[in-house]
Structures are given as C-alpha cells and as structure tokens.
C-alpha cells in the first residue's frame, strides 16, 4: 500500500486533505468522489496523469501550456471569470493619459480620464495605435505651422486637439488636412456670401471658419467635426446674437410669455414669421427685464442697484445667471439680411432647437430644404 497519514473527515470542505492511500481510480485518490475540487487536479485521474484530460478542467486566457491549468470550485470558478469580464472592460490609465486629460478638463463631452481614454481607444485604436498616430500627426502639426489663430488651444493641448481634429477629417474623406485648414471657408460658401452682401447692400460682420468638433453644450464632442471645420457655416455679427442652451431659451420663453416655433420646416416656409417671433420675443424679454428690475429697485422702500436686482431675476444655475448678459437683448440680425440668407440656401442655427438655438450661426444646406417633424410651440 502506498504511504499513509492518519485519514481525516472529507468531502466538500477543502480545508481538510484526503488520505494519500489509493482510491476507486488511482492512487492518492485524485478520482475520490468526495475529493474537493479545490484540490485536484495534480495527481493522476480517470484519464491519466495529473488530470489534463479532466472534464472538470479549466484553462483561463493567460494559460500557456497543460500545467498551467486551473481546476476550480464552482464558486470560485464564477467569480474567477466575472473578473476577467471586469478586467475586459475596465480602461488602464496612465501618468500621461492623466495630464492629457487635464489639459482639456471641463472643455470636453468625457467627464474623466477614464472615460476619455475609452474614447480615444475606440475612436485611434489601441494605446500603441495612437501613439503612432499622434507622433506622424505632432509632425505634421510642427510643419504646417498653423496661425496662432487658425487652431483652438495652445501648446501641448493644441497639439492634442489637432491630433483629434486631424482624424475626424480624414474619417470624412479629407486628404490633406493641412490645406483644408489654410484654405478657410469653402468656395461655395464664399460665392454664395458675397452674393448676399451684394443683395443686402450694407456691411456686416462674418466669420466662423474653425477647425474643430462639434459643440453640445458648450463642450466639445472630440472625434466630430464641425459645420465651421468643413468651410460650410458662417457666424453672422455673433457679438450681439449668441448661441443659447436649451435652459437659457425657455428661462426667456417663461419670463417673456411668449413661445417661438423654431422647426427646419417652418424656416424654409414661412422665414419672416419665424425672424418676427424671435424678435418679438427678445423686444418682450428686454421689457419684462426693465420692467422686474424697477419693481425690486422700489420694493420695500429699499432701492437696489441694477446688479443686485439682475441678480435676482436671473437666479438658478450657471447658465441662467449667463442670461444678465443679454439682458438689454439678445437679437439683432434684421429682416432684410435674414432674408438673403434664406434665399441663398442658408439654414439659421436658430432651427437647432431643442439643441442649442444658435442664433448667429448660418450653414449652407446645398439647396436641400430639410423637413423637420418637431411640434410647433406656438
């Protein structure tokens, strides 16, 4: 008989070890019913040697060879791979991938690092991926050179954000982005403004080539690319009409008492209508503004200034406190330059609704009049 210890209670309690006496299979009892699984898989079995052929046997991903395979309890078995469906989801962030995200922190979509290194592997590739891209981009970058004006950002964000921006062109086709940024506004888009100063007759300011991803909310959705970006949208006197979150406009809506139908589908049917209700609205706002402020100045026989008494009326969150800006009004484009642009086949940011309604923004829809299926307001 083989060499023995003092047998011990067995069964499914691993603690205790089994004899070393020979079992209904073999010898040191790696067939024994009442073998612990925790325990076996390193003597002979019903199939041969140290239990390689083991239907009970487990080889995990990392396993590089039959002895390093694992035979597990039931239990320990699950949560074994429900870490490793963890570890295949979970994102590994770096020192570097930390100061990358810092230099753009509170300015894009991606609330952590985690999240934008997520983003960035999904939309570059892998880590070793994006760090050939990023160096044969940097290069490009440090060749162009760039305008200081013509990217957003300085220094080592800049580069950053051009690595992004350089992407999502060529995602959409553009093979040489260098001259796509130089170039500025399309050709397209400057025939059809100039045709519009010629029919309004007076000066205006235009700008708004920049190459950059879109925008919700004021921060930047990295891996798109702008209307702005592709030399097809125009900032019309954008001072003086900005671009509002959804919060700001119905805050506008609630204290002028008065709502707009913004739909695409009544901008290119009924044009005047819509410039009329924006302007109507802005007039009521201004008015209900003035109107408030002289109320709290003389309540209570305690007179406040201007700021203290904006201050109550605009009170809420970051964006609505935003709104004292515009305060004395926040829409000036007149009808007759509105006008020109709709008839050259200018969609207004203002249709963005329930997006941000951008009230300065003009975009060239090529001659096709989008239809849109959002409900009327008004």
Not at 7 to 12: H, I, M, N, R, Y
């Amino acid at each position: 008989m083989a060499k023995s210890r003092k047998a011990k209670p067995v069964g499914l309690v691993p603690v205790h070890l089994p004899s070393l006496t020979a079992g209904p299979l073999g010898h040191n009892d790696a067939g024994h019913p009442n073998r612990p699984r925790l325990l076996l898989g390193d003597t002979p079995g019903p199939l041969g040697m140290n239990d390689h052929g083991d239907p009970n046997l487990r080889k995990p991903f990392w396993a590089s060879s039959q002895s390093d395979q694992l035979r597990m309890d039931p239990l320990l078995e699950e949560a074994y791979w429900n870490l490793c469906a963890f570890a295949a989801n979970s994102v590994l962030v770096t020192e570097a991938d930390e100061a990358e995200f810092n230099l753009f922190e509170g300015k894009i979509e991606d609330r952590n690092v985690a999240e934008y290194v997520k983003h960035r592997t999904d939309f570059f590739g892998s880590t070793a991926a994006y760090r050939a891209y990023a160096a044969e981009s940097d290069e490009e970058h440090r060749e162009a050179k760039y305008r200081e004006s013509q990217i957003e950002f300085r220094g080592e964000a800049e580069k950053v954000f051009y690595r992004w921006v350089r992407k999502a062109y060529e995602n959409m086709g553009v093979e040489d982005v260098p001259n796509m940024i130089r170039g500025g506004q399309s050709d397209e888009l400057r025939q059809e403004l100039a045709k519009v100063r010629a029919a309004y007759g007076r000066g205006f300011h235009a700008g708004g080539f920049n190459p950059r991803p879109k925008k919700k909310n004021g921060k930047y959705r990295l891996g798109t690319i702008s209307e702005h970006a592709t030399g097809m949208a125009v900032d019309i006197e954008d001072q003086k009409n900005p671009q509002l979150v959804l919060s700001q406009w119905e805050f506008i809506e609630k204290l002028a008492g008065k709502t707009v139908d913004l739909s695409v589908a009544r901008w290119w049917e009924k044009p005047e209508g819509m410039w009329a209700d924006v302007k109507d609205l802005n007039d009521k706002f201004v008015a209900k503004v003035r109107a408030e402020v002289a109320r709290i100045q003389k309540a209570n026989g305690a007179p406040k200034n201007k700021d203290h008494a904006l201050a109550e009326i605009f009170k809420g969150d970051r964006e609505i406190e935003k709104l004292r800006e515009w305060a004395d009004g926040f829409f000036t484009l007149e009808w007759a330059l509105v006008e020109q642009l709709h008839k050259h086949h200018f969609r207004w940011g203002a249709t963005f609704y329930p997006g941000n309604i951008d009230l300065h923004h003009f975009e060239l829809a090529s001659g096709k009049k989008e239809k849109s299926s959002t409900p009327s307001k008004s």
